[in-house]
């Protein structure tokens, strides 16, 4: 109770004094010390005072208890194993400052990829997007019947935009999403379709789909479609394509920023080898 006292005493001090020198500290414990700045920043927002106690003191119990377990270290594994630690630390601590580095190097990274480009790599690549399952896109929406003709011709023309504009001044169901692809056995397993349209043949690019529901008419149009076995069509493998592109020119970066270090400490006669 005494030890939970004063470490709530400790907890008024942190909340009331946030702006103190990052040298002030809560708990010591042989060589380490846990830093009042440090429980500022795992300190969660909006607790009660009686919360931030006690959330203090199980973060500080753990500590201490991590901090004795690592004492015990000397004591408890052989010379070799303690060389084989820090070993361990020190690829860890170079693999952690190796790709906070690159992370900043990819603050400066152009993430846009020109169509031309991708439509490039598809062309060169063609078997390498083989479709394992059918897929198609589509577009569908549910509309008054005595408005079915008007409606199914605007879809045929692809006047989307107006088509839009009328559905959501009736309030209607549509779903025209750009690259709106899915796998054929998919889109059957859901309750998106009507059963009477599952029936139908749904691997005809651009035919138009109705099923006709008292007052109203779902109306259901296949866009674009891929077969099993066959390359994936280029709008809907685009997404892939961007994302390959996106991660060898990434690469690409980071092998000329390291060979750019490398160079320099050449030229600079800073690597010496025996």
């Known amino acids: 109770m005494k030890y939970c006292f004063k470490i709530?005493?400790?907890?008024?001090?942190?909340?009331?004094?946030?702006?103190?020198?990052?040298?002030?500290?809560?708990?010591k414990y042989k060589d380490f010390t846990l830093a009042k700045s440090e429980l500022?920043?795992?300190?969660?927002?909006?607790?009660?005072?009686?919360?931030s106690i006690n959330f203090v003191n199980l973060y500080i119990k753990k500590w201490v208890k991590t901090k004795v377990l690592i004492s015990e270290k000397e004591n408890l594994l052989s010379d070799?194993?303690?060389?084989?630690?820090?070993?361990?630390?020190?690829?860890?601590?170079?693999?952690?400052?190796?790709?906070?580095?690159?992370d900043k190097w990819v603050l400066t990274f152009n993430d846009s990829i020109r169509e031309d480009e991708m439509m490039q790599y598809y062309k060169d690549v063609p078997d390498t997007f083989i479709l394992k399952n059918d897929v198609l896109s589509y577009r569908i929406m549910e509309i008054p019947t005595d408005s079915l003709k008007k409606f199914r011709e605007l879809l045929r023309n692809n006047e989307m935009e107006k088509l839009e504009k009328k559905l959501k001044e009736l309030g209607s169901f549509y779903d025209f999403k750009l690259n709106n692809w899915i796998e054929k056995e998919k889109l059957l397993s859901t309750d998106i379709l009507p059963e009477k349209i599952k029936k139908h043949n749904l691997m005809i690019e651009n035919q138009i789909i109705t099923d006709a529901k008292n007052d109203n008419t779902i109306v259901f149009q296949t866009l674009e479609f891929g077969k099993s076995g066959s390359p994936a069509p280029?709008?809907?493998?685009?997404?892939?394509?961007?994302?390959?592109?996106l991660n060898k020119r990434k690469l690409n970066l980071l092998s000329q920023k390291k060979n750019e270090l490398y160079d320099k400490a050449l030229e600079n006669d800073e690597i010496k080898r025996k």
């Open 234 to 245: 280029y709008s809907y493998i685009k997404p892939t394509i961007k994302s390959v592109l």
């Open 80 to 102: 070799e194993e303690l060389l084989i630690l820090e070993r361990k630390i020190e690829k860890y601590r170079e693999d952690l400052t190796a790709n906070m580095i690159e």
């Open 8 to 27: 709530g005493i400790c907890l008024m001090c942190l909340i009331s004094c946030k702006r103190e020198s990052n040298d002030a500290w809560v708990v």
């Open 40 to 51: 500022n920043e795992i300190l969660p927002q909006g607790l009660s005072a009686e919360d």
